[in-house]
T-cell receptor, first 115, second 113 residues
């Protein structure tokens, strides 16, 4: 029973397209995140939602729009995809700000390739 | 701004040898500190977390890390490397109250037979 699940696992698309990545967690956490891992494996936070409210919005192009229909789901929509958007996108969740003993739980990632 | 530095982007050890992966953070107030492991084509798995309860933190798979405030370090160790330990290891911090994980650059651990 996967705790944080993302779909799709792989996504190959052409430049200029619009795509979405979905994330769901069944841990009962109230906070969810999107992280981006670039080709050099560097991980950086993009967004965070707490109970459907946006609380962290890093310097990310406005082509990226997160949506949280409820506290168990956080989707990432990307408009007008560019080559530089190719990366692995990780969803994560936590209770509160991750200060509990288990911290943050990550999904297995979505590898996005823009061609 | 808070930052994390992992010394050595690539560490190679022999099976059975000591594993030492280095991590230093910059903060005037000790943050929460984490070590995560990433196996090829997989997500991030929590190895251990420092929350100020104890300076020596034991994690999964025989790993442990020691928080040293005077050195602003949180190095990860394992007494005896196993082939299955080969992976990417990330040190990360959460400045208290932010809910934001800040990652180091990662260290690739290679284990030779």
């Amino acid at each position: 029973d996967t705790a944080v699940s993302q779909t799709p696992k792989y996504l190959v698309t052409q430049m200029g397209n619009d795509k979405s990545i979905k994330c769901e967690q069944n841990l009962g956490h109230d906070t969810m995140y999107w992280y981006k891992q670039d080709s050099k494996k560097f991980l950086k936070i993009m967004f965070s939602y707490n109970n459907k409210e946006l609380i962290i919005n890093e310097t990310v192009p406005n082509r990226f729009s997160p949506k949280s229909p409820d506290k168990a789901h956080l989707n990432l929509h990307i408009n007008s995809l560019e080559l530089g958007d190719s990366a692995v996108y990780f969803c994560a969740s936590s209770q509160g700000k991750g200060e509990g003993p288990r911290g943050y739980t990550f999904g297995s990632g979505t590898r996005l390739t823009v061609v | 701004a808070q930052s994390v530095t992992q010394l050595g982007s690539h560490v190679s050890v022999s099976e059975g040898a000591l594993v030492l992966l280095r991590c230093n953070y910059s903060s005037s107030v000790p943050p929460y500190l984490f070590w995560y492991v990433q196996y090829p084509n997989q997500g991030l798995q929590l190895l251990l977390k420092y929350t100020s309860a104890a300076t020596l933190v034991k994690g999964i798979n025989g790993f442990e890390a020691e928080f040293k405030k005077s050195e602003t370090s949180f190095h990860l160790t394992k007494p005896s490397a196993h082939m299955s330990d080969a992976a990417e290891y990330f040190c990360a911090v959460t400045p208290r109250g932010t809910g934001k994980l800040i990652f180091g650059q990662g260290t690739t651990l290679q284990v030779k037979p």
